[in-house]
């Protein structure tokens, strides 16, 4: 049983740049949440899509965006890229299906590196 | 929205030590985790606990939920408990969840 995969693992990019990650969520799951870790801090939350669209959005401006498909995958997008963006990217799935409340299984997340 | 405060920020200990992580929310939650952060980043969720007490092997929790806190027990440490340990919150898995900023963990061989 797959657990959440990311891809890419790691990433450079420049400043005013965009970038796309994206995530497959464990198999089952049909809730995906990003979150965005600074060195040294906890997990940020992005936002959450379930049904394709996005449910809940954490303090991030409109550079950042996102996407659910069909199959429950996701991407994040972050367009204009700031070297203050540069974090790990962590996704999570969960089930919104089966109870309202489930334990999250996080990605091993992409490292973005803005030069 | 919800806080969440997890103390101490840092523990060092000897190997075979025991120790106890806090974590205090601010409100009512539903939904309460406890992850595990291993230095190469990977998140490993240790504990779904919104209520009530869990042990697995050398780890055990406690969420006492009327008084919004939760505790995280390591028994018998070992070097490949160290990392940090990050305390999430949240009314319902279909609400945002916080996390806490972490305890980092180091057990000294």
């Known amino acids: 049983d797959a657990g959440v995969t990311q891809s890419p693992t790691h990433l450079i990019k420049t400043r005013g740049q965009q970038v796309t990650l994206r995530c497959s969520p464990k198999s089952g799951h049909d809730t995906v949440s990003w979150y965005q870790q600074a060195l040294g801090q906890g997990p940020q939350f992005i936002f959450q899509y379930y049904e394709e669209e996005e449910r809940q959005r954490g303090n991030f401006p409109d550079r950042f965006s996102g996407h659910q498909f069909p199959n429950y995958s996701s991407e994040l997008n972050v367009n204009a890229l700031l070297l203050g963006d540069s974090a790990l990217y962590l996704c999570?799935?969960?089930?919104?299906?089966?109870?309202?409340?489930?334990?999250?299984?996080f990605g091993n997340g992409t490292r973005l590196t803005v030069t | 929205g919800i806080q969440v405060e997890q103390s101490p920020p840092d523990l060092i200990l000897q190997e075979g030590a025991n120790s106890t992580l806090r974590c205090n929310f601010s409100d009512s939650v539903n939904n309460l985790q406890w992850f595990h952060q291993n230095p190469w980043g990977q998140l490993i969720n240790l504990f779904y606990?919104?209520?009530g007490t869990k042990q697995n092997g050398r780890l055990s929790a406690t969420t006492v939920a009327t008084e919004r806190y939760s505790l995280l027990y390591i028994s018998s440490s070992q070097t490949t408990d160290s990392g940090v340990y990050f305390c999430a919150a949240s009314y319902s898995s279909a609400s945002k969840i916080i996390f806490g900023s972490g305890t980092r963990l180091s057990i000294r061989p």
């Open positions: 999570a799935s969960s089930t919104r299906r089966a109870s309202l409340n489930s334990p999250l299984h």
């Open positions: 606990i919104p209520s």
